[in-house]
């Protein structure tokens, strides 16, 4: 009885809050620095150091994105196809080691961070990615049961013709889609199969993510960056 009183105040009392509530929050944030540190991954310049030595910059050449879409048009379709590869096992490890280091919410939480370390790394003047394969990483790991249908939302956008942007299309209406369904299966507790148990975690986390991305979408409106989807005049 008395270690049942003992544990009941170190919860109660404000020191037993702090106590309890402090190495939570200090995992939490090591674990958005961990994923945030694991987004940051320079995959183009590595890609460009391999196949060209350098010598293309992908952050000024091309569409002026170092993500795998600009890889593929200007360093060949083996760098494309890695830059890719990498960008979403940046997502994918990211989320695996905000489980393993605070479980369940740890996992979205490093999602979430990886996704922003891609799109304003500090290493690179915060001149990052699109985000959308990291986050497909993300969701990969996060969210299994849907991912095979974001991955055919965003390519049947991407086929639609007539469309002025139809990279920023696809991205649009497929993070909308995600946050839908991130919220069907968190209120309806569908299965997930490998991945966390669907809580609240999952639509805020991909409302996070998806914020992100959308502050990069306005990044690239604002240069004037065109649409890796659209063939140069």
């Known amino acids: 009885m008395y270690s049942n009183v003992t544990s009941l105040a170190q919860v109660t009392t404000p020191a037993g809050y702090v106590a309890n509530v402090m190495p939570n929050a200090i995992r939490l944030l090591f674990t ?16 460009s150091r391999v196949v060209s030595g350098g010598s293309v910059d992908l952050r000024s050449a091309g569409s002026g994105n170092p993500g795998g879409m600009n890889a593929l048009c200007l360093l060949g379709r083996r760098a494309g196809i890695a830059v890719t590869a990498t960008d979403i096992g940046k997502g994918v ?54 991912a095979p249908i974001d991955m ?13 942007r ?14 839908i ?14 991945g966390p ?4 975690a999952l639509p805020l986390a991909a409302a996070a ?15 004037g960056e065109p649409d890796e989807l ?4």
């Open 93 to 146: 490890v990211a989320c695996a080691a905000g489980r393993r280091l605070a479980g369940d919410v740890g996992s979205h939480v490093a999602g979430v961070a990886a996704v922003a370390g891609h799109c304003y790394p500090v290493w690179s003047r915060f001149r990052g990615g699109k985000g959308v394969a990291t986050s497909f990483g993300q969701c990969l790991y996060t969210f299994p049961a849907y």
């Open 166 to 179: 139809p990279a920023l299309a696809s991205v649009a209406t497929a993070s909308i889609a995600w946050l």
């Open 197 to 200: 148990r669907p809580t609240v």
């Open 152 to 164: 055919a939302v965003a390519t049947t956008v991407a086929r639609v013709p007539g469309l002025r």
């Open 230 to 233: 659209v063939p140069p005049r």
């Open 209 to 223: 993510t998806v914020l992100v991305i959308a502050s990069r979408g306005v990044v690239e409106l604002l240069r």
């Open 32 to 47: 958005a620095a961990t994923g945030y540190v694991l987004g940051t991954l320079p995959s183009s310049d590595i890609a």
């Open 181 to 194: 369904a991130c919220v069907l299966w968190w209120k309806r507790g569908l299965p997930n199969l490998w």
